[in-house]
């Protein structure tokens, strides 16, 4: 999933405290996922919100909606009745989510709630962990299912590297060899020998070059 972590509430005042009303939008996906921007959280964080204007002497209305993805314009029209009668919107999402809804409601102003961090998973009640680093080109094929793009602290494809010992990385001892981990998935397999064929550099360009990715499915248009 997306990850992401709330701004600290003064950057988020600092942001809406000129507008008269404002709309806070919740996402109902990822970020509730990661208790960053659910329902759960936009309950807590719009009280918080109206405090704090009070407090700088501003009467700011702010107004709660979650809804459940702010990515996809289906969901996002649903509050477009909400948004005409606000002077901004305050998305809670992951950077995708509020940008769809920044180029829906344009020109009115939508701030961003949330700094979206990584790909990731949970691995336990608070903690998540970054996963995918979204390169375009998959090797975990090749890998045993561990991305060594993003779990190697220096992206290598032909690891480890000599800074590793005792399975973390050379970086801190909290921080887990990828390479390490690999080599532990792949024994497991019975796949060592797969270590001994050199990969190739990684083709980045369907990494970030070119400008913004996009996807073109034919069949489903």
Known sequence: MITGTQKPLDKLVDMIERHKSVLLVGCATCVAECAAGGEREISELGPALRMALRIRGRDTDVLEKTIERQCELEFVDNIADIVDGCDAVLAASCGIGIQTVAERFAPKPVYPAIDTTFLGVRERPGFWAERCGACGDCVLDR???????????????????????????????DVDCGWALIVERLGAMNRLEELEEYQPPKDWSSSRDGGPRRIVREDLQ
């Open 143 to 173: 890998t045993g299912g561990i991305c060594p793009i993003v779990r190697c602290s220096k992206s290598l494809l032909n690891g480890p590297c000599g800074g590793s010992h005792g399975g973390k990385c050379e970086i801190g001892d």
